[in-house]
């Protein structure tokens, strides 16, 4: 089994517990509980190793924190060794375990970095504050010197040139992932895939790694193609109104029909709404499009 692949069902069960009742979330944080002690207790990576190099459970202190937009800030945090990368893949998560003032049980929530994975010294999160999240108002509150506690979490694993083209479209915070994959397929000289990114926000201004991606498509031209859909556009906004649709992804050359579409890989990472729309069987956007259920994957 993966590293990090049992925590899945009870990372779900933790981001499902508000609608699934107070049972599920008393389970999932006790199983929590267990599952921290005992990997604390049996964690022996050697030091001389990149912290996140295999599974185990590490306590970082906070550097810096900079608000990006009106709700996201990024947060840098040291690791053990300043002159050693995380030890991270592509792509590859973090779980991160707090105990906020006046909770007695953890919260467990997943982030994907978002700083380049061989940057040596730190990681960076980009945090989005939901309204009563429990995990990103602790996050928000944290100020330089205090500390959190994570764990390494493999997600999709990327083999450089395996699909000539991906998709990745994304809602919300739901970038994280595509921005470390994105950049580290563009980085590697040796990967030649093409990259096309839709990302569906609510404003413009949630669209907090506009630049980070503007220089992308300037770097690589041909192989990397941003397109943004918004929920409430600003006057006078350069960008298409509205939600990821069939016609959005058709208008970004995502329809599955095209000669040069026909072993694209879809990522999908976003609210379970808009998930739902696109993965829908039979109905949903995806396969109205022609693309196959082992053809798309969801983070």
Not at 22 to 35: C, L, P, R, S, Y
Not at 74 to 88: N, V
Request: charged content about 20%; some cysteine.
């Amino acid at each position: 089994m993966p590293p990090g692949t049992a925590f899945r069902p009870l990372l779900r069960a933790t981001q499902r517990a508000n609608v699934m009742g107070t049972q599920v979330a008393f389970a999932a944080a006790v199983a929590g509980i267990g599952a921290y002690a005992w990997y604390r207790s049996t964690n022996t990576a050697a030091s001389d190793k990149p912290v996140f190099s295999s599974f185990g459970f590490h306590t970082l202190r906070l550097d810096s924190t900079e608000l990006i937009n009106h709700n996201t800030k990024k947060l840098r945090f040291e690791l053990p060794d300043a002159t050693k990368p995380s030890g991270l893949s592509l792509t590859s998560a973090l779980l991160t375990i707090s105990l906020p003032k006046g909770r007695w049980l953890p919260v467990l929530r997943p982030y994907t970095p978002v700083n380049d994975i061989n940057d040596p010294g730190y990681i960076e999160l980009m945090v989005k504050l939901y309204p009563n999240g429990k995990q990103s108002t602790h996050l928000h509150s944290l100020q330089p010197g205090d500390t959190l506690t994570f764990a390494p979490i493999k997600e999709f694993s990327w083999t450089p040139n395996k699909h000539p083209h991906v998709a990745l479209i994304a809602g919300g915070a739901g970038i994280t992932p595509m921005y470390q994959l994105a950049r580290g397929i563009l980085h590697n000289p040796d990967d030649r895939t093409r990259v096309t990114l839709v990302w569906g926000v609510n404003t413009d201004e949630d669209i907090f790694l506009r630049d980070e991606f503007a220089a992308l498509e300037k770097q690589y031209p041909g192989r990397f193609k941003a397109a943004y859909v918004v929920a409430t556009p600003a006057a006078g906004s350069p960008h298409q109104k509205g939600f990821v649709t069939r016609q959005v992804l058709e208008g970004a050359g995502l329809a599955a029909s095209e000669e040069r579409n026909r072993d694209v890989k879809v990522l999908v990472c976003g609210p379970p709404a808009m998930e739902k729309a696109l993965k829908g069987k039979g109905t949903g956007v995806l396969a109205q499009l022609g693309y196959r259920p082992d053809q798309v994957y969801s983070f």
